[in-house]
């Protein structure tokens, strides 16, 4: 770009430096902000991603098809028009049946990692207290490589139930609700009559209260016991080392057999899209600060234009072309675009810091959280990039009307 | 003598619901090395004929040459580059650009044409202030500057270029007397010991009288 026009045009802006500052001041905030704004968005986002893969199985198996099973006639005549009617579904015992050898096969897929769990609803009662639970059977060796329990125990360990088969281990809200104490006995009654006594062996915190209430875990072959369903499970817990391909390791899982392997992409799908577009309102606010801005850029450089008619008439007079009046006007946009990003994006990454150290208490989380902020250099990119495409703009139309300002108007209008 | 800019039957309209005549029927020559006032009344359409001879107004009808080039038929932009190489103004008004330095708005036009390096370009437009008297005045912003040096800047702005045609509109109208004998001066000395053409529109007699000829207009006429 020609430097004399830069220089016209940055004169034009010192000689206006209240106006300049303030209409620099709302790209400064609107970069900020966007800033700001994005990086929570992007920092809750992954957050929330990286909870979800962390503490849900990234595929879950359970005992249930997608689809109904075909029936012998439709296998054995698949091109004829069948009507099979008055099926009844074997009385059978629910569970994954053949659960080992699908785990065999689970187990020789590279980078996944299973485990059984058998989990069934029961009643803990203790000095006169009754409670509902989801037990869980797990197989305490493996659960360690499945799940991201073991991290979240404050008092005993998973693996005492290897040592211990009837030792269960219960979340801290139903310890406190029940008044229980790790090394006391616990009544467990399942729904098929039956109640064994185990041992309170450890205590775990996930920070979630339902969690930790409802949930409790003993051994496999103990819930397979009490709730009468020896050598079922109900779920196969599955971890990948690369959690995002989760969705097609379960589509070729459960083609291969037939139970319903649910990923954890599709069991958030409702959450992912709620977050598409908790994102899009988010950014289209803090767009709107930027196009706020942008209005403010437009009403000084209208004005500019209108105070330098004068000048804009003897520049043309002396032999500056439309295009180079035009361009004066643009480049002021283009310069306080420029300054606003050179100041608004360092103000945004201070903010970031500033947020990144708060923390508070929310309702039905009994830990403090801090604000989690993720941030990366596209934000940074489109950040600026939209706020010189927003300045730049803003200064088109008034640089356009400048542009044809016909000299003899004005200097016809006299002295 | 060399013709610098010739009008062939020129006039300018203005259209509307009643259109208004502002120049009407003129022809003129104007030659190297001559200082011509154009007078006449008030609203009698001198300016609009110094526009029009100065490519910043087209004429409705008619054709003005400058030099060889026939510049009725000539885009924007076109019209710019033959006002930036071959014309200079001088306003009633300085119309100095007052964010700029009495240096940097003689400046400008040199800058706009490119035609010199910046180092030369700065000499050049401190030797046209000193030819001026306004050696000192270099630095100084317009606001710093008195009427009678901020015009003696434009008139250094006019000549940035070295143009052969200076067209000035009332260089004097602003200025008391002396400076206006000043400005008088120079832009007779421009024509006589520069060669170059002077046109100046002029209410003030006594300044037309130092002209090579008059051109009196009335009603958008020369009479």
Known sequence: ?415 | MDTLLRAESISRRLPGDIPVTLVEDVSLEVHAGEFLAITGPSGSGKSSLLYLLGLLDQPSTGHIWLNSTETTRCAEDRLADLRLTHLGFVFQSHFLLPEFTASENVMLPMQRLGKLGQAQIEARARDLLTDLGLHDQVRKLPKQMSGGQSQRVAIARALANDPHIILADEPTGNLDTKSSGVVQDILRGLARQQGRAVIAVTHDHAFAEKADRIVTIVDGKIR
């Open chain 1, 1 to 415: 770009m020609n430097p004399l026009l830069i220089s016209i045009a940055v004169k034009h802006l010192l000689a206006r430096k209240r106006q300049s500052i303030v209409s620099l001041f709302g790209i400064v905030l609107g970069v900020a902000f966007f800033l700001t704004i994005s990086s929570l968005m992007l920092g809750s986002e992954n957050d929330f991603i990286h909870r979800l893969v962390d503490n849900t199985p990234h595929i879950n198996i359970t005992d249930e098809y997608r689809n109904p099973r075909q029936q012998p006639a439709e296998t054995m005549f698949p091109t004829a028009a069948l009507d099979v009617r008055s099926v009844k579904p074997e009385t059978e015992t629910r569970g994954i049946r053949g659960y080992i050898q699908i785990l065999d096969y689970l187990r020789a897929i590279d980078g996944l990692k299973a485990s059984p769990v058998l989990a069934g609803q029961a009643l803990v009662s203790f000095a006169g207290k009754d409670v509902g639970i989801s037990l869980n059977g797990v197989v305490p060796e493996e659960l360690n490589t499945v799940s991201t329990l073991h991290s979240y125990m404050t008092i005993g360990s998973i693996d005492d139930l290897i040592a211990n088969p009837d030792g269960i281990i219960i979340g801290s809200e139903l310890a406190r609700v029940m008044s229980l104490r790790v090394g006391e006995n616990l009544n467990v009654a399942a729904t098929t009559g039956q109640i064994h006594t185990f041992k309170i062996l450890g205590v775990f915190h996930t920070g979630r209260a339902s969690y930790d209430e409802t949930q409790a875990f003993v051994a496999l072959k103990r819930v397979q016991a009490l709730l009468d369903r020896p050598n079922r499970i109900n779920t196969i817990i599955v971890k990948l080392n690369d959690a995002y391909q989760a969705r097609a390791v379960a589509s070729e899982i459960e083609s291969h057999i037939g139970y319903k392997a649910v990923s954890w992409q599709e069991a958030s799908e409702d959450i992912m899209s709620t977050l598409m577009i908790r994102n899009i309102i988010m950014y289209s606010v803090v767009s709107a600060v930027l196009v706020v801005a942008a209005f403010g850029i437009y009403n000084i450089i209208s004005t500019v234009v209108m105070e330098k008619q004068r000048d804009i008439a003897i520049l043309k007079s002396m032999g500056f072309h439309a295009s180079d009046i035009e361009w004066i006007f643009v480049t002021q946009g283009c310069v306080l675009g420029v300054a606003g990003c050179a100041v608004g994006l360092p103000l945004g990454m201070a903010m970031m810091t500033a947020f990144m150290g708060l923390s508070f208490r929310v309702p039905g989380n009994s830990d403090p959280i801090s604000i989690p902020m993720d941030w990366s250099w596209y934000q940074f990119a489109i950040a600026g990039m939209f706020a010189f495409t927003a300045a730049t703009l803003a200064a088109l139309l008034p640089a356009r009307k400048a542009a044809h300002v016909q000299p003899v108007d004005i200097l016809r209008g006299g002295s």
